[in-house]
C-alpha cells in the first residue's frame, strides 16, 4: 500500500512527466486505432473526398481535444488568463508559456494520425482519385467522362469486377501513394528539422526569460493544487464542527466511534487553528470570493510582517 502511495505522491508532483506519459500513450493509440481501423472507401464520385478527408483530418480534431481535455494545466491557463489581475500583476509570457507547451503535447498524437495515413496512402487514394487527370493514364482513351469519373472513383476498390485486373487502376494508385508517402516523409522531415533547430538554437536566446515563464508557470500549477488542498481541508474541518454542533448530545459517541474524525485533542486545537475564525458560510463565500477578484501579490514578506 505504501509504495502505490509513493507512485501517487510522484505522479502528483511530477504533473510535467505525466502529461508527456499521457501523451505517448494517446500517440501509440492513434497508430493502434489507424491500424485496427476497416477502411472502406465508398468508391462514389460524390462521397470519396468527403470520406477520405473525413478519415485523415477528423480523428486528429478529436485526439487534439483529448489532449487539452486530460492536460491538467489547460484549464488552469484559461483560469488565470479570465481571472481579474486583483492585487498581482499578471504576465503575459507565463501564460504564453503555458499555452506552448500545452499546444505541444496536444499536438503530439494529431500529428502522428496525419503522418500515419500519409505513408499507408489509403486515405489520399480515396479522397483524390476521382480528381486525378485521365489523360496522364492508359486505359480512359475511348471512354466516355461519366464513366471517366465513375472508373476513377472505383480505384480504391481492388474487388471491384471491373477494376480488379485494370493497369490503369494501378497506375493511379501508385501514382498517387507515392505523392501520399512522399507528403507524409516530407512532414516527418520538417518537424524533425524544427525540433532539431528549435533544440540547439534555444540556448542563444534570452535564458533568464525562459527559466522566468517556466518558473512562474510552475507556481501557478502548484498553487492551484495547494489551493484546492487547502479547501478540501478547510470543508472538512468545517463541515467536522457543523456536524458535532448539530448532534451535540451525540458529540462523544461520534468520537469514539468515527475512526476518520480527529481526536479530542487534535480536533480542539488542530481544528480550531486551520479554521482559523472562520465560522459562517458568508465568511467563507466573502474569503474566496476576495481570493478570485483581489489574489494576494507575490511578497513572502507582508505575510511575516503579519
Known sequence: MDRFRMIFQYFQSNSESVMNGICGLLALASVKMYTSLDFSCP???????????????????????????????????????????????????????????????????????????????????????????????????????EQVQQLLAKVPCKDDELMRNSTSRKAVSRYLRCWSQALGWSILLILIIAAFL??????????????????????????????????????????????????????????????????????AEGGEGLLQGITDQDQVNKLLKMWYYEKPPLDVSRAHQR
Not at 448532534?247 to 475512526?259: R, T
Open 198 to 267: 528549435a533544440r540547439w538554437l534555444r540556448p542563444f536566446f534570452n535564458q533568464a526569460t525562459l527559466l522566468q515563464a517556466r518558473h512562474w508557470s510552475t507556481y501557478i500549477d502548484i498553487e492551484q493544487k495547494i489551493f484546492e488542498e487547502t479547501c478540501c481541508e478547510h470543508s472538512r474541518l468545517f463541515a467536522h464542527k457543523c456536524i458535532l454542533h448539530f448532534f451535540e448530545s451525540m458529540q462523544q459517541e461520534i468520537k469514539l466511534h468515527s475512526s476518520s474524525l480527529p481526536r479530542e485533542g487534535e480536533g
Open 43 to 145: 468508391c462514389l464520385p460524390q462521397y470519396n473526398m468527403a470520406y477520405g478527408l473525413g478519415i485523415m483530418f477528423v480523428p486528429p480534431i478529436i485526439l487534439f481535444l483529448c489532449g487539452l481535455i486530460l492536460n491538467r494545466q489547460s484549464l488552469v491557463m484559461l483560469e488565470e488568463w479570465r481571472q481579474p489581475p486583483g492585487r498581482r500583476k499578471k504576465d503575459p509570457a507565463v501564460i504564453r508559456y503555458m499555452c506552448s507547451s500545452i499546444m505541444q503535447r496536444a499536438m503530439v498524437a494529431p500529428v502522428v494520425w496525419i503522418i500515419v495515413t500519409l505513408l499507408d496512402g489509403k486515405c489520399l487514394i480515396c479522397a483524390f482519385s476521382g480528381s486525378m487527370d485521365p489523360q496522364k493514364f492508359v486505359g480512359f482513351a475511348n471512354v466516355s467522362t
